[in-house]
T-cell receptor, first 116, second 117 residues
Framework: NAGVTQTPKFRVLKTGQSMTLLCAQD?????MYWYRQDPGMGLRLIHY???????AKGEVPDGYNVSRLKKQNFLLGLESAAPSQTSVYFC???????????????FGPGTRLTVT | AQKITQTQPGMFVQEKEAVTLDCTYD???????LFWYKQPSSGEMIFLIY??????QNATEGRYSLNFQKARKSANLVISASQLGDSAMYFC??????????????FGTGTRLKVLA
């Protein structure tokens, strides 16, 4: 199993450009998440999905859109990139909560995005 | 609202000694899970240990143990016999149960641990 993969690993954008980050998981997880990590701020949730075709806003959703057309994929889009979106982006997935058991998140390797 | 607080931005520990990384949480849910992750300088997030709110015993995984004090809402990570490879950023996280209506994991701001030779 590849686990959680992210494409691309690095990207440099100019202000105003758009791009899509792809997250794929092969563990049949229901839940998927997009985070951004900035120095001193931990991981902040951008958007998440609790199943195919469903998405919801997290803590810092402005400037981002997401889609989950297939269970295994979760796409994060930046329509008009801004320097404030320079960050490391992590995708994660998790099993459903079942029988009172909470499962850990499985993380992708991250995407380092720089917006100039 | 759920919240995770890690008050130690940085810690030093001598090799082979034990170290405790603090984590306090806030939730109104009776059912929740607490997690610790390690992030080395290479950047990946590595799951270390999990504690369920109804678990009566503290979780242990090798050299890692979680000191869970429910009444104080604390979930400190204890690393025994520190190794140089333990130098990393450590994040505490929480996931509330379905009663809260949320499916989110909340992370603290992290503690950077440096192990000294």
């Amino acid at each position: 199993n590849a686990g959680v993969t992210q494409t691309p690993k690095f990207r440099v954008l100019k202000t105003g450009q758009s791009m899509t980050l792809l997250c794929a998981q092969d563990m049949n997880h229901e839940y998927m998440y997009w985070y951004r990590q900035d120095p001193g701020m931990g991981l902040r949730l951008i958007h998440y999905s609790v199943g195919e075709g469903t998405t919801a806003k997290g803590e810092v959703p402005d400037g981002y859109n997401v889609s989950r057309l297939k269970k295994q994929n979760f796409l994060l889009g930046l329509e008009s990139a801004a320097p404030s979106q320079t960050s490391v982006y992590f995708c994660a997935s998790s099993y459903l909560l079942t029988g009172g058991i909470f499962y850990e998140q499985y993380f992708g390797p991250g995407t380092r995005l720089t917006v100039t | 609202a759920q919240k995770i607080t890690q008050t130690q931005p940085g810690m030093f520990v001598q090799e082979k000694e034990a170290v405790t990384l603090d984590c306090t949480y806030d939730t109104s849910d009776q059912s929740y899970g607490l997690f610790w992750y390690k992030q080395p300088s290479s950047g990946e997030m590595i799951f270390l240990i999990y504690q369920g709110s109804y678990d009566e015993q503290n979780a242990t995984e090798g050299r890692y143990s979680l000191n869970f004090q429910k009444a104080r809402k604390s979930a400190n990570l204890v690393i025994s016999a520190s190794q140089l490879g333990d130098s990393a950023m450590y994040f505490c996280a929480m996931r509330e149960g379905l009663n809260s209506g949320t499916y989110k994991y909340i992370f603290g701001t992290g503690t950077r641990l440096k192990v000294l030779a």
